[in-house]
């Protein structure tokens, strides 16, 4: 504890959670409030730090992506002694008026849409990729492809798998 009376956040850790219930109302309120505002603090630099970290490998995650023939997905690469693995999520959108029409059409030729198509209209990209070639296309007007955020780890000491 601290030599006064007023606790801080590095005494909450070695108490226990019925003595920090305990506390003054204020001293809560306080605490709270501290905590709180070093949360945003850390995400900010946080957030600062990943922009940072995409800004240096975002080009050299690309070019790793081409080579190995992928637009989206995770790839590995070493920068010295540390590991970079690159995320890049892909999102799929599908618009809900085209799909809305291509199941009326699945259904006008006597088959099952449920087979390819969400009762939510969209389609599984499983299921989109398995399709033969002639029924991909008349689904791709409905889809759009959108990459998520850039999601980067750094693995000191490790060398790329």
Same mark, same amino acid.
């Given at each position: 504890?601290?030599? !006064?009376? &007023?606790?801080?956040? $590095?005494?909450? &850790?070695?108490?226990?959670?019925?003595?920090?219930? $305990?506390?003054?109302?204020?001293?809560?309120?306080?605490?709270?409030?501290?905590?709180?505002?070093?949360?945003?603090? $850390?995400?900010?630099? !946080?957030?600062?730090?990943?922009?940072?970290? !995409?800004?240096?490998?975002?080009?050299?995650? $690309?070019?790793?992506? &081409?080579?190995?023939?992928?637009?989206?997905?995770?790839?590995?690469f070493e920068d010295g002694d540390v590991t970079v693995i690159a995320d890049l999520a892909k999102r799929i959108d599908w618009d809900q008026a085209k799909l809305a029409q291509i199941a009326e059409n699945i259904a006008s030729a006597g088959e099952d849409p449920a087979e390819f198509i969400e009762t939510t209209l969209k389609v599984s990209e499983r299921k989109y990729t398995a399709l033969p070639e002639s029924w991909r296309k008349g689904f791709e007007p409905a889809r759009t492809v959108r990459?998520?955020?850039?999601?980067?780890?750094?693995l000191l000491g490790e060398e790329v798998r």
């Open positions: 504890m601290t030599i !006064s009376n &007023h606790i801080t956040l $590095a005494d909450i &850790h070695r108490m226990p959670v019925g003595q920090i219930a $305990a506390l003054p109302a204020d001293q809560l309120a306080m605490l709270k409030e501290t905590a709180d505002q070093q949360l945003t603090q $850390a995400k900010t630099v !946080s957030d600062w730090l990943d922009g940072a970290i !995409s800004l240096k490998y975002a080009e050299r995650a $690309a070019e790793c992506r &081409h080579e190995a023939g992928k637009d989206t997905g995770t790839i590995r990459t998520g955020k850039p999601k980067f780890r750094l």
